[in-house]
């Protein structure tokens, strides 16, 4: 029994470790995004809300990691920061599918049940 549980623990280590390098590279290709968006002449729509959603993200993934460190196991935080990233994430595919459909409402309710079923579960 002891040797399961030293390996679920070293499982455990390594993926958090590997969790923290994919962190870095989140956090560098959200800066180095911010820049160029913000550098960029041409005139971008919704700049201000792709950069905060974004940020959020970032935020979201900031709580999350600590968490899986100090627990190693998915606590009590650790499913809502999943979950509110994952509501914000799935809101900005509908607004994308909306966009993409032209906005026809038969294409867009079947998405929105599917987005709504994910929140209920």
Same mark, same amino acid.
């Given at each position: 029994?002891?040797?399961?549980?030293?390996?679920?623990?070293?499982?455990?280590? +390594?993926?958090?470790? +590997?969790?923290?390098?994919?962190?870095?590279?989140?956090? /560098?290709?959200?800066?180095?995004?911010?820049?160029?968006?913000?550098?960029?002449?041409?005139?971008?729509?919704?700049?201000?809300?792709?950069?905060?959603?974004?940020?959020?993200?970032?935020?979201?993934?900031?709580?999350?990691?600590?968490?899986?460190?100090?627990?190693?196991?998915?606590?009590? +935080?650790?499913?809502?920061?999943?979950?509110?990233?994952?509501?914000?994430?799935?809101?900005?595919?509908?607004?994308?599918?909306? +966009?993409?459909?032209?906005?026809?409402?038969?294409?867009?309710?079947?998405?929105?049940?599917?987005?709504?079923? /994910?929140?209920?579960?």
């Amino acid at each position: 029994m002891a040797s399961t549980e030293l390996a679920t623990e070293r499982a455990l280590y +390594i993926v958090n470790t +590997i969790g923290y390098v994919i962190y870095g590279g989140i956090l /560098f290709l959200y800066a180095y995004s911010t820049y160029r968006t913000m550098a960029s002449r041409r005139p971008m729509p919704r700049r201000l809300f792709y950069i905060s959603f974004g940020g959020l993200l970032v935020i979201l993934l900031t709580v999350s990691g600590p968490t899986n460190a100090v627990f190693c196991e998915s606590m009590w +935080i650790d499913p809502v920061t999943d979950s509110a990233a994952n509501i914000l994430i799935d809101g900005l595919t509908l607004y994308r599918c909306s +966009i993409i459909w032209g906005s026809r409402l038969q294409i867009i309710l079947l998405f929105f049940i599917f987005f709504f079923l /994910f929140i209920v579960r």
